[in-house]
């Protein structure tokens, strides 16, 4: 059975999204202002609601990535995850402590914003124009 096109590349736009924002948190280059440093109060809120909800945000996103791609009616998966993604991104930009800390974050942030909203288009013309295998598993049902 051949996977939609549509929903292939969703997976790949939104899975790519996630790493954009997993780079941004984790390989971004910090600021050398010393005024800038997290110190005690901000670092804790910091790590308790953004790098922990990333983290298990992560593996429940690859467990849905994977079904979106595997499963024929994916593609409603496929688009909870995008916007999960892009909902993430915008908290994530909400944080003026950590974009101040990582001035490069933003960017990274914004790139996964639009690469998670093109995952919810293809996974919106996947659910439109299914493929198929899609259609003739649907009629042996």
Sequence with gaps: MTANPA????????GVAWATVLYGL???PVSTDPLLDLEA????AVNLFVYLPALALSVLLVVALVVAFAHRKGAVAGAAV????????M????????LAFRPELRVAL?????????GLLAFGF????????????????
Excluded: H, N, Y
């Design 110 to 118: 914004l790139v996964a914003q639009a690469l998670s909203l093109l």
């Design 41 to 44: 109060g901000p670092s804790f």
């Design 82 to 89: 995008a916007v999960v993604v892009g909902a993430f991104a």
């Design 91 to 98: 908290w994530v930009l909400a944080q003026q402590e950590l």
């Design 26 to 28: 984790f390989l971004t």
């Design 126 to 141: 996947a659910l439109l124009w299914p493929s198929r295998a899609d259609t003739a598993a649907a009629q042996r049902v």
């Design 7 to 14: 929903k292939v590349i969703g997976v790949a736009l939104v």
